[in-house]
């Protein structure tokens, strides 16, 4: 493979983390745009409190893989 094409492969791939990323950045700010920061929730509804620590988690860590594949076609 050529380093052009390697290259491009590599910002392909980065493309579906950064994607889940952002997705998971906004349903963070959703979740506590609905839940009113946490104070207005359901009864039963502790879901949300693990939507709240789980959601920027995966954000965190999907923008690191995708900044690592970024990493890796400038390498390339």
């Known amino acids: 493979m050529t380093a052009t094409i390697k290259r491009i492969?590599?910002?392909?791939?980065?493309?579906?983390?950064?994607l889940l990323s952002v997705f998971?950045?906004?349903?963070?700010?959703?979740?506590?745009?609905?839940?009113?920061?946490?104070t207005a929730i359901r009864v039963g509804g502790k879901?949300?409190?693990?939507?709240a620590a789980i959601f920027p988690l995966l954000a965190l860590l999907f923008g690191w893989i995708a900044w690592r594949c970024i990493k890796a076609a400038r390498r390339a």
Request: glycine letters at 6%.
């Open 9 to 18: 492969s590599w910002y392909v791939v980065s493309l579906l983390p950064a």
């Open 24 to 38: 998971f950045v906004f349903y963070t700010l959703r979740l506590l745009y609905v839940t009113r920061w946490l």
């Open 47 to 51: 879901g949300a409190y693990i939507g």
